[in-house]
């Protein structure tokens, strides 16, 4: 089994191709702009994510340069969620933020546009993710910050192996108010491959 080392978390990171049932997750570029415009008139992801609640060409081209500079910077691996039968055209996103790095841990976030939920394809791109950070980065802990109503994003967690660990009173600040939200936690020596 690889140790973990936070020496190969120095940047500037490269955001592998991953592959897992039926999706693809690639880094970010240039032609994503429709997928960043699509959920920008989402009623919810803007207000959690860095994506512009307000799209034109500038903010959207304005956020991908965001995600290549969250790999440059060591910050994390953004990758988009594409399905593999249908390749170019991206789905949602899922990301793997070393924040808390130091400390053996990282956290992930992920979205779906609205035409692309209910597939299964985030609690797909969340296994690759996971496999990815276990196998080949050795991290030994990933969590997750779910707000309770979204059901939705509990079943992905759990469909990638989490288990839900803590409640959380008054975890986030989401459009002015304090939110609580559920912490789903995996541990490397908890997961196996075939999860």
């Known amino acids: 089994m690889k140790s973990f080392d936070l020496s190969i978390f120095e940047g500037p990171l490269i955001v592998p191709r991953l592959a897992a049932g039926p999706v693809v997750l690639r880094p970010f570029k240039v032609s994503d702009l429709p997928l960043v415009r699509e959920v920008s008139a989402d009623p919810y992801i803007p207000a959690i994510t860095s994506v512009p609640s307000t799209y034109n060409d500038d903010a959207g081209r304005a956020f991908i340069a965001r995600q290549h500079e969250q790999a440059a910077d060591a910050h994390g691996y953004p990758f988009v969620i594409e399905a593999a039968a249908d390749p170019g055209r991206g789905r949602g996103a899922v990301g793997l933020w070393l924040r808390e790095i130091d400390s053996g ?56 192996g989490f288990t839900r660990e803590a409640h959380l009173r008054g975890w986030e600040r989401v459009d002015g108010e304090q939110h609580d939200a559920d912490c789903y936690a995996l541990l490397r020596r908890e997961w196996s491959p075939g999860e």
């Open 105 to 160: 841990r990282a956290s992930v976030g992920y979205w779906l546009t609205g035409l692309a939920r209910g597939q299964k394809l985030a609690g797909w791109a969340l296994r690759a993710l996971v496999a990815f950070a276990f196998e080949e980065l050795a991290i030994p802990r990933l969590h997750l910050f779910v707000e309770p109503w979204n059901v939705a994003s509990v079943c992905t967690a759990e469909f990638a």
